[in-house]
C-alpha cells in the first residue's frame, strides 16, 4: 500500500506525467517488423505493455541513474501517450490562443514533467507489480476504449486500479489521452485545476515555471 499512495500522491502532485535532458530524448526506434508494427496499433492494451515492460525495467535495482532512466523511458512515453492531446486538455479553451512558439515549449516542457512524474513514482527497488486486464470496455463517449488495470505490490497483489483512455491517433495507433485513478479519478481533470490556476493571469510563464518546479521536486525525490 505504501507504492500505492506514493504512485496516488506523486499524481495528484503532478495533476498524468530538474529533467534536463529529457527533452533531448532520441524518437522511439522502429524495431518491430512491419506486421507486428500494424496489429500492434490497432490493440488498445499494447501501448500499455510496452509502458508496463518499461517501467518494470527502470523500478529494477541498479537501473541507472535519473537521467540514464529518463533516456530509457522517454521514447516509451512519446509511444504511449498523445501529449499533445493531454495537454491541449488539461488546459481547455485557452489552449487554442496560444502561439505556436508557446504550445511548442509548453509540450516540450509537458514531456519532461511526464517522464520525470513517472520516474518519480517507480524509483529503482519499488517492486510494483503491473496486472492488465485482458477485457477492452468502450469508454462512454468519444468512441475510445478503455484498458483496465493494477498497479500492486509483493504485499498488495491487487493494488490499486489504474485504468487507461485511449485514443486512435492516425498512423500512431491507439495512445493514451487519460489515466483514471482508482478507476474514476481522472487525471486529466486534476491537471486541468492547476494548469487553470497557473494561466489565470494569462502568462504562460506561469504554466512552464509550475510544471518545472514539480520536475525538480520529481527529480530530487
Given at each position: 500500500m505504501i507504492i500505492m499512495k506514493h504512485v496516488l500522491k506523486t499524481t495528484s502532485l503532478a495533476l498524468c506525467a530538474g529533467l534536463v535532458a529529457a527533452s533531448a530524448l532520441p524518437a522511439l526506434p522502429s524495431?518491430?517488423?512491419s506486421a507486428h508494427a500494424a496489429a500492434a496499433a490497432s490493440d488498445p492494451q499494447a501501448p500499455i505493455?510496452?509502458?508496463y515492460a518499461e517501467l518494470t525495467r527502470i523500478e529494477a535495482k541498479n537501473s541507472g541513474t535519473f537521467d540514464q532512466r529518463a533516456q530509457e523511458l522517454g521514447p516509451v512515453i512519446d509511444r504511449v501517450y498523445d501529449?499533445?492531446?493531454i495537454l491541449s486538455s488539461s488546459i481547455g479553451p485557452h489552449y487554442a490562443?496560444?502561439?505556436?512558439?508557446?504550445?511548442?515549449?509548453?509540450?516540450?516542457?509537458f514531456r519532461q514533467f511526464t517522464i520525470a512524474r513517472n520516474l518519480s513514482s517507480f524509483k529503482p527497488g519499488t517492486d510494483a507489480r503491473f496486472t492488465i486486464n485482458p477485457a477492452i470496455r468502450d469508454a462512454p463517449v468519444g468512441g475510445n476504449k478503455i484498458v483496465d488495470t493494477q498497479i500492486g505490490s509483493s504485499d498488495d497483489p491487487s493494488g490499486t486500479a489504474v485504468n487507461y483512455v485511449m485514443h486512435m491517433n492516425?498512423?500512431?495507433g491507439y495512445q493514451v489521452v487519460d489515466v483514471l485513478?482508482?478507476?474514476n479519478i481522472s487525471q486529466v481533470g486534476m491537471q486541468h485545476s492547476d494548469f487553470r490556476s497557473a494561466l489565470s493571469g494569462g502568462n504562460v510563464q506561469n504554466l512552464i515555471d509550475l510544471l518545472?518546479?514539480?520536475?525538480?521536486?520529481?527529480?530530487?525525490?
Open positions: 524495431f518491430i517488423p505493455k510496452a509502458l501529449l499533445e492531446a490562443t496560444l502561439s505556436p512558439d508557446q504550445k511548442q515549449v509548453l509540450l516540450s516542457t492516425g498512423a500512431k485513478l482508482n478507476g518545472q518546479k514539480k520536475i525538480k521536486v520529481f527529480s530530487e525525490g
